[in-house]
């Protein structure tokens, strides 16, 4: 009698286990129209039925939960391919679950289906993709309990993925050569013990002592960003921060958007920001985001994010130097022949910053127009500040004006990319003692040479 009831109940587990079997969705697939946060969207979702969803004298209910999503009262929901003859009736909801019931007489058979919901608003915070809050019930004879949906399902909100060069320095510059140190901390040349850098191109870069990392371009003051949402629509803002080890995580522990920072000139924080809107249908195409007015020749760390602020992975940058002078000119106040009056005005903006012990060379070609090699008096200005030198002095019988500008650890002797420089001597001046326009050569450190420069003419 026991041996006859255990074998009844062995074979009513194998025949549940096998129904239950049946009933198992394979193949299960979520899109959405629009992924931004908060967007009114279409909810396409596909799957292979393991057996027959009926509605032929019992209720056959497909119930789906979106997590946090906004569900209105009368969903509307309508076949799109597959699933027989079936139809819905009248379609409902439960808090953020859809009620699909088959209508009268409908079936969906033991094939693939898919049907889309309309209506719905996507949630506030973001959702990962494949996220298992997403939930399926189906109630009929042969009814499937309360279960993740499984498969594959698109994410609602994101980050931007940024696109990125990445130099290796390796002995030879060879993929399979030895990692080698930069240069220097943080890693920008390449080029001790017969090693240069190995490029590649892709979307993961992490600088660090053996490795640089860069845009897709770049000038002296601009970096294109080039990136994929990976079919997330909405507004994209994208920073450049400096330090280049600004940390997101911890500096923007409050979640305001790059939209809301203040920009900076001075400190930590940002420094350049720019956004573009991106719909739907560009959702999955490239695109790009120009960040403006940086310094030349310095890193700076990139962060990029969507509308639920999540940010990309941090990106860190170069810029171009700039090794170009400009608005160069040579005056004196008096011309007259043999002239020691006045004074010597000589003025240039320079493209890459000034740094403690900046040598600036001006070379007359034609004649000298100091006296002797001793020091000028001179005083200078680099945009509002004042800029001074340890030496100003002309080498002997050459005509040639040497500043060393090494003012130890104060400010006084740096200047900033971009800024103006003025220097104006007034002794140990000397004038030519027959008429001539003097040709003069400028050297700034950082900068090509200016050769060949017109002066003044003296008469």
């Given at each position: ?6 074998f009844?109940?062995l ?20 899109t ?8 009114a ?7 292979t ?28 929901a309508?076949i799109?391919?597959?699933?027989g003859?079936a139809s819905?009736?009248?379609?409902s909801?439960?808090?953020q ?9 409908k ?9 889309s ?20 019930v ?8 309360s279960?993740?949906?499984g498969g ?14 990445k130099?290796e ?22 080029t ?10 892709g ?6 002592l ?14 294109d960003l ?19 080890t600004y940390?997101w995580?911890?500096?923007n522990?409050?979640?305001y ?9 001075t ?11 991106i719909?739907?249908?560009d ?30 992975a941090?990106?860190t ?7 170009v002078l ?34 600036i ?7 000298k ?5 001793a ?9 509002a ?25 104060d400010?006084a ?27 003069y ?11 060949n420069v017109?002066?003044?003419t003296?008469?």
């Amino acid at each position: 009698m026991l041996r006859n009831l255990l074998f009844v109940l062995l074979l009513t587990a194998l025949i549940v286990t096998e129904t239950l079997a049946e009933q198992g969705l394979t193949n299960q697939k979520i899109t959405f129209s629009h992924r931004a946060l908060n967007a009114a969207t279409t909810a396409t979702v596909s799957a292979t039925f393991g057996d027959d969803c009926t509605h032929a004298g019992t209720a056959c209910i497909i119930k789906i939960t979106f997590p946090d999503f906004i569900v209105p009262a009368s969903p509307t929901a309508r076949i799109v391919s597959g699933c027989g003859d079936a139809s819905f009736g009248t379609v409902s909801k439960d808090g953020q679950t859809v009620l699909l019931p088959l209508a009268s007489g409908k079936t969906i058979p033991a094939s693939s289906c898919t049907f889309s919901i309309s209506g719905m608003r996507t949630p506030e915070s973001a959702v990962a993709a494949d996220s298992t809050s997403y939930l399926i019930v189906i109630v009929d004879d042969n009814g499937l309990s309360s279960r993740a949906f499984g498969g594959t399902i698109e994410s609602i909100g994101g980050k931007p993925t940024l696109y990125s060069i990445k130099s290796e320095c390796k002995d030879g510059g060879l993929a399979s050569g030895t990692a080698e140190s930069c240069d220097g901390t943080p890693c920008e040349t390449c080029t001790a013990n017969r090693a240069s850098f190995h490029v590649t191109h892709g979307t993961s870069c992490t600088s660090g002592l053996k490795i640089r990392c860069d845009a897709v371009y770049k000038t002296h003051n601009v970096v294109d960003l080039y990136f994929n949402t990976a079919g997330v629509e909405g507004n994209v803002w994208c920073g450049a921060f400096l330090p280049a080890t600004y940390a997101w995580g911890s500096a923007n522990s409050n979640g305001y958007s790059i939209g809301s920072m203040p920009i900076l000139t001075t400190g930590t924080g940002l420094y350049s920001r720019n956004t573009i809107s991106i719909d739907a249908a560009d959702s999955k195409t490239d695109h790009v985001i120009s960040l403006f007015d940086l310094e030349p020749k310095t890193q700076y760390a990139v962060h990029c994010h969507l509308d639920d602020v999540d940010e990309s992975a941090v990106l860190t940058v170069w810029t171009n130097p700039n090794p170009v002078l400009s608005d160069v000119s040579l005056v004196r106040s008096h011309t007259s022949l043999s002239s020691t009056s006045g004074t010597l005005t000589l003025t240039f903006t320079h493209g890459t910053a000034l740094g403690h012990g900046a040598i600036i060379i001006l070379t007359t070609v034609t004649t000298k127009l100091f006296i002797s090699a001793a020091t000028a008096g001179c005083t200078a200005t680099a945009g509002a500040s004042s800029l001074t030198f340890t030496t100003a002095q002309a080498a002997s019988g050459t005509g040639t004006l040497i500043y060393t500008l090494t003012t130890t650890s104060d400010d006084a002797g740096k200047s900033a990319a971009g800024n103006e420089v003025v220097i104006t001597c007034n002794t140990n001046l000397v004038n030519p003692a027959s008429g001539t326009t003097v040709e003069y050569q400028l050297e700034v450190t950082g900068h090509d040479t200016m050769l060949n420069v017109v002066g003044p003419t003296f008469a």
